[in-house]
């Protein structure tokens, strides 16, 4: 671990971390390790945080308790998920609409909560996120919806996942097909959307100088933290390695192995 002093004394100064949960904080159900010590530094250094997550298949309750089952204590209120953003940018579109929902439990939740109705017959969207279920029924009629006019929306635009077995697909890589059948793109809601890091910002109650981006990808947590104005640390335990950090055109302030590294120099400056 190769870090620039000053640029780190000015990371650690920050009162306020907005975090990426796959590849940052767990991969799938095994957590990444240095986690817990990360999370006990923000609470004891008072640090206001947000873990700001493309994953749209858990509610913040079952984040809250999936993490409490990895040992670590984080109330629901300090998540927000891209079900939850696209179901608010949705509600803002088109007040008591319908959709056909393809995805996980948390998304369909966060549907209903935006005050929309379940509708395979003629829904005014065709709402699509990350689903390990997903099969060719589904994909035929979200794209005979679509041809007949409903508007097809992803919670984001993540192609692969981190997982304890390895890179799996994500949604776009999922929604694919739906688009290649009915000639049609999909709205992506997540990061680096910049709909999902204002609500971030908003949530917190701060403004993005103020503010600190932490994930492990370049094309959407690094990007939409950059485009923010706020600083942002690239980990190197999800997605992203570091030879790969030379194909893009932007970088990050500061990158580390893991978010155990901001801890690790905060032991070493006291």
């Known amino acids: 671990m190769n870090i620039d002093n000053e640029k780190y004394e000015a990371l650690r100064s920050k009162k306020n971390f907005i975090c990426d949960m796959d590849g ?4 799938g159900n095994k957590l990444i390790p240095h986690v817990k010590e990360f999370i006990d530094w923000l609470e004891k250094n008072e640090k206001n945080y ?8 858990r509610s913040p309750r079952e984040l809250a308790q999936k993490l409490g089952r990895m040992g670590l204590n984080v109330g629901q209120e300090h998540f927000y998920t891209s079900a939850q953003a696209t179901a608010s940018f949705l509600a803002s579109q088109c007040e008591g609409g319908s959709a056909y929902v393809i995805g996980e439990p948390g998304l369909t939740y966060a549907m209903y909560e935006a005050g929309f109705s379940m509708n395979d017959v003629n829904p ?10 997903l099969n ?3 994909i035929e009629k979200a794209s005979r919806l679509i041809m007949n ?9 993540d192609l692969v996942d981190p997982s304890e ?11 694919s097909p739906i688009e290649l059948t009915t000639g049609r793109k999909a709205y992506y809601i997540g990061k680096p959307n910049p709909l999902m890091m204002r609500t971030g910002l908003k949530l917190l109650g701060v403004h993005s100088a103020d503010a600190v981006m932490v994930g492990d990808r370049m094309d959407t947590d690094v990007i939409s933290g950059l485009e923010s104005g706020m600083s942002t640390v690239l980990v190197l335990s999800g997605v992203t390695s570091q030879e790969e950090l ?8 500061i990158v580390l192995d893991g978010v155990g590294d ?8 006291k």
């Open 124 to 133: 005014d969207y065709v709402v699509f996120g990350s689903s390990k279920s």
């Open 136 to 138: 060719y029924e589904q």
């Open 50 to 57: 947000l873990f700001l997550t493309n994953g749209s298949g």
């Open 246 to 253: 030379r194909s893009y055109a932007y970088k990050p302030t």
């Open 24 to 27: 940052v904080i767990y991969h």
């Open 262 to 269: 901001i801890v690790k120099m905060a032991a070493k400056t």
């Open 149 to 157: 006019g409903a508007k097809l929306i992803g919670t984001n635009s």
């Open 165 to 175: 077995n390895g890179i799996v697909p994500a949604c776009r890589a999922l929604i």
